[in-house]
């Protein structure tokens, strides 16, 4: 049992893994919205995540708050994903904690062309498709200082498309099932000392990724498959691809 402390615990990754954890670890809540569900043993706090305090005794920060939306502008991003990413990495230097675990994601490396043979590896340079992504890798890169300046071990997961099943072409290749996030973050709460970045999906048939050295590394081990949904999913196409949709940059290479 750990005591760890959600930031952006009202979302829906923060009330997935809240439920998952009810009972496991002792759980401290922050968010600046209010959680449609409060489940029994945990504590709340709300506020901007840039003014966060972490309290003492805390083993793991998973820190989610962020704008999710990698749409939208800039000026909308900096704030909560820069500012508040920066603050919660030295708040929980601050406070003594042993293990930041950051919501990253696949756009930090969206840049990469997806049907590329080998697949995509986390261990590759930072090459994001949006500013949504630049400020995932700016977190990453913070992490990094932290673990190097600090002793902080970090853990940066690129989530894949969290979803209940994939919905369109590209949720078939990086879907992440709401268990496999669980086990994903699991592993993540007790990772070796040090700092690592990983691409974390379910295990796709069409995968694009090269997650094998990122599942052992972190210890994961997903089960579901995008594959047995394909029927559901149909010709249906993404509205989150950077590179297909309004903001595509038709110079990148390898498209
Ligand atoms: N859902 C997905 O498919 C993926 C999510 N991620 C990342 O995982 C994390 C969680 O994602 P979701 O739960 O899906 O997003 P969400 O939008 O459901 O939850 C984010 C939470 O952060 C809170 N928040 C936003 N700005 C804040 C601020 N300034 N101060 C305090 N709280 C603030 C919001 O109130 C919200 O409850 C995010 O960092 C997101 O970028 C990464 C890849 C994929
Ligand atoms: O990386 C992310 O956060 C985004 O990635 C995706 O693929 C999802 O479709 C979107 O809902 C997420 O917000």
């Given at each position: 049992?750990?005591?760890?402390?959600?930031?952006?615990?009202?979302?829906?990754?923060?009330?997935?893994?809240?439920?998952?954890?009810?009972?496991?670890?002792?759980?401290?809540?922050?968010?600046?919205?209010?959680?449609?569900?409060?489940?029994?043993?945990?504590?709340?706090?709300?506020?901007?995540?840039?003014?966060?305090?972490?309290?003492?005794?805390?083993?793991?920060?998973?820190?989610?708050?962020?704008?999710?939306?990698?749409?939208?502008?800039?000026?909308?991003?900096?704030?909560?994903?820069?500012?508040?990413?920066?603050?919660?990495?030295?708040?929980?230097?601050?406070?003594?904690?042993?293990?930041?675990?950051?919501?990253?994601?696949?756009?930090?490396?969206?840049?990469?062309?997806?049907?590329?043979?080998?697949g995509?590896?986390?261990?590759?340079?930072?090459?994001?498709?949006?500013?949504?992504?630049?400020?995932?890798?700016?977190?990453?890169?913070?992490?990094?200082?932290?673990?190097?300046?600090?002793?902080?071990?970090?853990?940066?997961?690129?989530?894949?498309?969290?979803?209940?099943?994939?919905?369109?072409?590209?949720?078939?290749r990086?879907?992440?099932?709401?268990?496999?996030?669980?086990?994903?973050?699991?592993?993540?709460?007790?990772?070796?000392?040090?700092?690592?970045?990983?691409?974390?999906s379910?295990?796709n048939?069409r995968s694009r990724w090269?997650?094998?050295?990122?599942?052992?590394?972190?210890?994961?081990?997903?089960?579901?498959?995008?594959?047995?949904?394909?029927?559901?999913?149909?010709?249906?196409?993404?509205?989150?691809?950077?590179?297909?949709?309004?903001?595509?940059?038709?110079?990148?290479?390898?498209?």
């Amino acid at each position: 049992m750990s005591t760890v402390l959600v930031t952006g615990a009202a979302g829906t990754i923060g009330t997935l893994l809240r439920r998952a954890w009810a009972g496991t670890h002792v759980l401290h809540c922050h968010d600046v919205a209010a959680p449609t569900v409060t489940l029994p043993g945990e504590t709340w706090s709300r506020g901007d995540v840039t003014a966060l305090t972490v309290p003492p005794g805390v083993d793991v920060v998973v820190h989610l708050a962020a704008n999710a939306r990698p749409g939208v502008a800039w000026e909308e991003l900096r704030h909560p994903n820069v500012d508040g990413t920066r603050h919660v990495f030295a708040a929980s230097v601050a406070a003594g904690v042993r293990t930041v675990v950051f919501a990253s994601s696949h756009h930090a490396g969206g840049g990469y062309d997806r049907d590329r043979t080998p697949g995509v590896s986390a261990r590759w340079p930072v090459r994001p498709c949006c500013f949504y992504g630049v400020t995932k890798t700016l977190g990453e890169s913070f992490g990094r200082y932290h673990a190097d300046r600090d002793g902080l071990t970090v853990t940066c997961l690129r989530l894949g498309d969290v979803d209940v099943r994939p919905h369109d072409e590209l949720a078939l290749r990086i879907w992440l099932s709401h268990p496999d996030l669980v086990r994903a973050f699991d592993a993540a709460l007790t990772r070796a000392p040090g700092f690592g970045t990983f691409l974390v999906s379910s295990r796709n048939s069409r995968s694009r990724w090269d997650v094998t050295e990122d599942n052992r590394l972190l210890g994961y081990a997903p089960r579901d498959d995008a594959e047995d949904y394909t029927d559901l999913v149909g010709d249906a196409v993404s509205q989150q691809d950077c590179f297909r949709g309004p903001v595509a940059n038709p110079h990148a290479p390898g498209r």
